[in-house]
């Protein structure tokens, strides 16, 4: 059964961290680009981050640069989010999804052209 399944969300303070975890499954992660989106109530979605099936590819958001990382572990079929410094404008449901490129191997996360999403996990940042 095809799946993205997020997990690792939670409460934290402002300046603190979280590290989201997704797992797929049902699919051929390795050759899927790999992104994470998030949506804050009353706001649109927005793209967070995207990496490459390689994972040598990423590109992030210019709100989030500097303190997110995202990385992938194809062999666990695995893709992470690490957010340091978080904010409370980072408050949003965060949502994984996943791509089949055109081109092999090109980095490219189009928000409305994702194949598979999950069903997402909700970050609070608040004191």
């Known amino acids: 059964q095809l799946q993205l399944v997020e997990s690792g969300g939670g409460l934290v303070q402002p300046g603190g961290s979280l590290r989201l975890s997704c797992a797929a499954s049902?699919?051929?992660?390795?050759?899927?680009?790999l992104a994470w989106f998030r949506q804050a109530p009353g706001k649109e979605r927005e793209g967070v981050s995207c990496?490459?099936?390689?994972?040598?590819?990423?590109n992030y958001a210019d709100s989030v640069k500097g303190r997110f990382t995202i990385s992938r572990d194809n062999a666990k079929k695995m893709v992470y989010l690490q957010m340091n410094s978080l904010k409370p404008e980072d408050s949003a449901v965060y949502y994984c999804?996943?791509?089949?490129?055109?081109?092999?191997?090109?980095?490219?996360?189009?928000?409305?052209?994702?194949?598979?999403w999950g069903k997402g996990t909700l970050v609070t940042v608040s004191s």
């Open positions: 990496i490459s099936s390689s994972g040598l590819g990423t």
């Open positions: 999804a996943a791509y089949l490129p055109a081109i092999p191997g090109t980095l490219s996360c189009p928000d409305y052209g994702m194949n598979y």
């Open positions: 049902g699919f051929r992660v390795n050759s899927y680009t």
